[in-house]
């Protein structure tokens, strides 16, 4: 994103996050934790073939994105930092609240390449 420098102030981000592209950066941020918390929906009882078969293939995605949420909340790079910033939202409070709700059973196999529970 290029943005002018007489809208970037190092000492206030409002402007900046008054900014069309900042508040989707924040909407991406928002989506990512709600994917990675996502729980996947259970099957009545009496659901019919199909609408089991639906809901399996909607589920399967819901994990595949739920995973892949996960990985970058756990991953450090410069989108997810400014993402934060414009939020006003610390990454550790993130991972933290994001360890807590699904259990660091969970999450530490699915981070364990990049993330350590240290923080580095």
């Known amino acids: 994103m290029d943005f002018d420098d007489d809208i970037v102030d190092n000492d206030n981000n409002s402007r900046l996050s008054e900014q069309p592209e900042a508040k989707l950066l924040v909407a991406m941020l928002y989506q990512t934790i709600s994917d990675a918390l996502y729980v996947t929906k259970r099957t009545k009882e009496n659901a019919t ?23 970058w909340l756990f991953d450090d790079n410069d989108v997810y930092d400014l993402c934060c910033d414009l939020a006003g939202m610390s990454k550790h409070n993130i991972r933290n609240m994001v360890i807590n709700k699904i259990g660091a059973d969970t999450i530490l196999p699915l981070v364990h390449g990049f993330y350590q529970t240290n923080g580095h």
């Not at 073939?49 to 990985?71: E, G, H, M, P």
């Open 49 to 71: 073939d199909k609408t089991v078969t639906t809901l399996r293939s909607k589920n399967k995605i819901a994990l595949r994105d739920k995973i892949d949420a996960i990985q």
